[in-house]
């Protein structure tokens, strides 16, 4: 059998230099589910205040055996601060509670590991800290795509804060359990698999689920064998803002950043860990100080450095940065925001290549319309023309002040180029205020371009996002080493420049009629194809056949074979043959944007970009 130098030799793919394999005796980022602390801070309630949290993590495609994991003593903002390291359990500068770790554990193919941090089993995290390595753990080997468990007991007393880390994916094994002391919650090791705490594990598949206290950064030494290991830097698209907990892959991965350096293609999976958070700008990236910190993610990794040999544990940095960047300025858009991370990174990190990814377009899917009536039909009138609705197909309608009545979703019917009309309530004409037509993204031309945003693709285009994609794809003033273009993984196949329209993308049909008499509650549906969805997405049906007129919005509680169980309920009659299809975007039941991809899309992306691209990560 190769050991993993001789494999590296042979394989001219997996190069970390010079042609040579990994270096046995380096720590390197290794597991999924790492990822910076970030989000809304927990309240410790009575009865729960201390608590147990079960983290799956999967290995990298060689063996491991020796492991250092981190806690951390902040998180990070996410939206517009974003990565600003200050959401703390007290106010930046005066330092709040601490939280008191009682144990840790790794379970390795079913035996417990203690873990320790300075030769002791507890260790009392600070705030405003960079908080505390474990010390090496060697285990037997580890199996090549294995998983670990990571189980980390912590308490703090009632009312005090914790800082926020991950979401129980439970569908992969994860738990959170909580008591009002540490010996109950000790008991769980006897019953790995039991059911999580009821009061903690709430909001499963939302944005509402909590976020708990766990390991953030995870390296490793074992038998690599000399594969690309990235270093991420990423905003809301790369750190999967877009999914929650319930859509995360058999490895825990979410969004399509994740799920595509983790696919086992090209040279294989290429482990990693991402920086960044959602709504990340460059110019905050690895800048600033007190309430606008952003620094001590960097500094974890110095202490990595320097526990490591002076090595880094990463050969590659993967930068998805520039999505959230914007200015009226290109050269603010360019040099000021995207450039002066990439100048951070080659101080910080001299020699380390730079493989860049150009940002995702940003599209509209509303469009402003004036509306007349007379008795129970009203007229609306787009001045731009009617860009793809037709006869026949549900629009939602919203911002009529004075006559609530106009707004709803309502079936139209196409009247000219640029009218259309639809029977309502009635009310005084013509309808007052700002209002828009939203058409659930089902054409490509209904679209409008956001700002910055237009098409076409000039070099020379000031608008800024596709004069970026070029600099990034001609590396122009060095910012980066190699670039790998998202765009044909995501673009429509018929409008340069849109996403794909939703009639673009793959649907299922009902095989079975849901529904008896428009009056009984139900909460399920069976389709042909459940593949093309997740649970937490939101869909649409729409009768068929040509699948334009909407039944009924739904969100995905769960899939199990071709049935899909709703988070809500609906009493609609689903015809056999009602189409459904996946929603615009995520996070409401009447989206305006596609900022965000859903699984459909971030399937596409995930798939759609070559896994030959990451023969770019090696020198």
């Known amino acids: 059998m190769m050991n993993a130098i001789s494999l590296a030799l042979t394989n001219p793919m997996l190069n970390a230099g010079g042609g040579s394999g990994g270096d046995p005796d380096r720590f390197m980022f290794f597991a999924t589910r790492n990822r910076m602390p970030s989000g809304n801070i927990v309240t410790a309630a009575s009865g729960t205040e201390y608590v147990c949290t079960k983290m799956v993590i999967n290995t990298p495609s060689y063996k491991t055996r020796m492991f250092k994991f981190h806690l951390s003593g902040f998180a990070s903002t996410e939206g517009g601060n974003s990565p600003q390291e ?3 359990t007290g106010t930046i500068g005066a330092p709040g509670n601490s939280v008191v770790v009682d144990a840790m554990f790794a379970r390795v193919a079913g035996v417990f590991y203690q873990l320790q941090v300075a030769a002791s089993n507890t260790v009392t995290i600070a705030d405003q800290t960079n908080g505390a390595w474990t010390d090496e753990l060697t285990t037997p080997d580890v199996a090549a795509e294995s998983e670990i468990e990571l189980w980390v007991f912590y308490h703090t007393a009632v009312a005090e804060k914790i ?15 909580g008591a009002s002391d540490h010996a109950t919650l000790l008991a769980f090791k ?105 620094t001590r993610r960097r500094d974890i990794i110095r202490e990595i450095y320097a526990f490591n040999g002076n090595r880094w544990p990463f050969t590659v940095i993967a930068n998805q940065m520039g999505q959230n960047d914007t200015s009226t300025s290109y050269n603010t858009w360019f040099n000021t925001n995207y450039r002066s991370l990439v100048t951070r990174i080659r101080a910080e990190y001299p020699g380390v290549r730079i493989v860049a990814f150009p940002p995702l377009g940003r599209t509209t899917i509303t469009r402003s319309v004036t509306i007349t009536s007379v008795g129970t039909t009203a007229t609306a009138t787009m001045t731009s023309g009617l860009n793809g609705l037709v006869t026949g197909q549900t629009v939602s309608i919203s911002g009529a002040t004075g006559v609530t009545a106009y707004n709803g979703s309502y079936v139209i019917t196409v009247t000219g180029a640029d009218t259309f009309t639809y029977t309502f309530a009635g009310g005084a004409s013509p309808a007052t205020g700002t209002i828009v037509v939203n058409e659930q993204g089902l054409h490509t031309s209904y679209q409008v371009f956001g700002a910055n945003n237009t098409w076409p693709a000039d070099g020379t285009d000031a608008s800024g996002k596709w004069r970026l994609r070029n600099d990034i794809l001609a590396q122009t003033s060095s910012c980066c080493d190699a670039a790998i273009d998202t765009y044909a993984a995501w673009v429509s196949p018929t409008v340069d420049g849109m996403w794909p329209g939703m009639l673009e993308l793959p649907s299922t049909t009902l095989t079975v009629q849901s529904g008896t008499d428009g009056v009984t509650p139900y909460n399920t549906i069976t389709v042909a194809d459940p593949s093309i969805f997740r649970p937490e997405q939101n869909i649409h049906i729409y009768s068929g056949p040509d699948g334009i007129a909407r039944l009924s919005s739904q969100v995905v509680g769960s899939v199990s074979g071709n049935v899909i169980t709703y988070q809500g309920s609906s009493a609609v009659i689903l015809p056999i043959g009602s189409v459904v299809r996946a929603a615009a975007s995520i996070g409401e039941l009447t989206p305006v944007s596609f900022v965000h991809p859903q699984g459909i899309m971030i399937d596409r992306i995930a798939n759609g970009i070559s896994q030959s691209e990451k023969l770019k990560f090696n020198p």
């Open 86 to 88: 200050t959401i703390v």
């Open 163 to 177: 800082w926020p880390v991950f979401r129980i994916q439970k569908h992969r094994g994860e738990r959170v359990w």
């Open 190 to 294: 006897d019953t790995p698999n039991a059911d999580s705490t009821v009061a903690l594990d709430t909001g499963y598949g939302t944005l509402a689920q909590p976020q708990y206290y766990g390991f953030d950064f995870m390296v490793a030494k074992g038998d690599w064998d000399g594969r690309p290991i990235a270093l991420g830097f990423v905003d809301s698209l790369g750190e999967s803002r877009q999914e929650f907990s319930a859509a995360a892959d058999t490895r825990g991965n979410l969004g399509w950043f994740r799920r595509w350096l983790d696919k086992n293609g090209g040279i294989g999976r290429i482990p990693h860990c991402l920086v960044g958070l959602p709504g990340a700008g460059s110019v905050r990236e690895y800048t600033g100080t007190g309430s606008a910190i952003a």
